[in-house]
């Protein structure tokens, strides 16, 4: 939840998805990222984060439904590019935004983590 504020105060945009007064499902949007994209970002983005679903409802396309609005937020805002980043060790969720019309841009190693970065335009 202290994350979550921290987003809120930097500016960020927070949506939840709700289906039958149950939250399925959320993401974050922020509109700069240096800590993770370094010297890639810049002021054309809009970069998606916390991004998931609840398990009980895995498999009803939530997911992508939630991107697709994520896309659409991030053009409101005139953005060409939607970007993201997810744990390089996981491979599933790797294919998954693959499978989403993302690009793999790169990866990036911190200090006991991994992630891969994404975008499309």
């Given amino acids: 939840m202290e994350q979550v504020l921290e987003f809120m105060n930097d500016g960020s ?3 939840l998805a709700e289906w039958n007064n149950e939250i399925v499902g959320t ?3 922020t509109w700069s990222d240096p800590f993770i994209w370094q010297e890639l970002d810049n002021s054309e983005s809009g ?10 409802y895995r498999g009803l396309d939530i997911g992508k ?7 659409q937020q991030i053009r409101l805002k005139g953005k060409t590019w939607i970007r993201l ?3 390089a060790e996981n491979p ?14 790169r990866r990036i190693d911190g200090e006991g983590w991994s992630a891969n970065l994404y975008e499309k335009q």
């Fill in 13 to 15: 945009d927070v949506y």
């Fill in 27 to 29: 993401y974050i949007l």
């Fill in 47 to 56: 970069y998606i984060h916390r991004f998931a679903v609840h398990r009980e």
């Fill in 65 to 71: 439904y939630l991107l697709k609005n994520a896309e």
């Fill in 85 to 87: 980043d997810c744990m």
């Fill in 92 to 105: 599933r969720l790797n294919q998954y935004y693959r499978d989403c019309g993302f690009q793999y841009i």
